[in-house]
Every structure is written in structure tokens, then in C-alpha cells.
């Protein structure tokens, strides 16, 4: 079992940036594969960036294209966290952001394929 837990969200101007963290519980926090999604009001849980596990030396990345160039996903496996630096944001980046991490899969994208959720943490962002 992995218990996540996001934090640094808050309300921010158009064009700032934020950092948000993901704490993972469990000893094998480098074997899963993690995600960022998003929720904003009346609208579906969409993949805003995911990262591939820790299995070699070469990390893979997948970006939703309405955040590409603006936010970088990375993790910490000495820490057990994820993070999703994000800049220059905008108010359509408001939303409610989750982490997810799957047990099994190298660079996973489909919310289906994620079995632990955090319970996420709200970004808003005013023009």
C-alpha cells in the first residue's frame, strides 16, 4: 500500500509559478511509476505530466500539451517524493492537482493505470 500526500498549492497571479510535492509512504516509493492530474470544476480528471520509474538511469516524461514548456515533473527517491514545478501559469491551470503512482509499468498515462491517489491539493490562479 502507498499513501500519498500533496502539498503547496495555494492561489497565485497569472504568469507565477508553483511547486508542488508529493510525499510517498513505502519502501519501494523508486519502483512507481507517478503522475500529476488535475480537476477543474464540471470538467473530467485529466494526466497533466507523468514520470517513469527509477529502474535505470534514463527517466521518461509525458506531458499534457497544454503544459508543455511550462511545467516539469521530477522526483526524489532518497525523499519518496515527486514534485511538478510549474511556471508561468494561467487561470485555465486552475484546478484541483493529484498525484498518482501506479504498481506496475514504465511511463504510465492512463488514469485507469493508477492504483494509489493523493487527495489532492487546489491550484488557483487569478488573471
Known amino acids: 500500500q502507498v499513501q500519498l500526500v500533496e502539498s503547496g498549492g495555494g492561489l497565485v497571479q497569472a504568469g507565477a509559478s508553483l511547486r508542488l510535492s508529493c510525499a510517498a509512504s513505502?519502501?519501494?516509493?523508486?519502483?512507481?511509476?507517478m503522475g500529476w492530474f488535475r480537476q477543474a470544476p464540471g470538467k473530467e480528471r485529466e494526466l497533466v505530466a507523468a514520470?517513469?520509474?527509477?529502474?535505470?538511469?534514463?527517466?521518461?516524461?509525458d506531458y499534457a500539451d497544454s503544459v508543455k514548456g511550462r511545467f516539469t515533473i521530477s522526483r526524489d527517491n532518497a525523499k519518496n517524493t515527486v514534485y511538478l514545478q510549474m511556471s508561468s501559469l494561467k487561470p485555465e491551470d486552475t484546478a484541483v492537482y493529484y498525484c498518482a503512482a501506479a504498481r506496475n509499468g514504465g511511463l504510465v498515462t492512463q488514469k485507469y493505470e493508477f492504483d494509489f491517489w493523493g487527495q489532492g491539493t487546489q491550484v488557483t490562479v487569478s488573471s
Open positions: 513505502g519502501r519501494t516509493f523508486s519502483v512507481y511509476p
Open positions: 514520470l517513469s520509474w527509477s529502474g535505470g538511469s534514463t527517466f521518461y516524461a
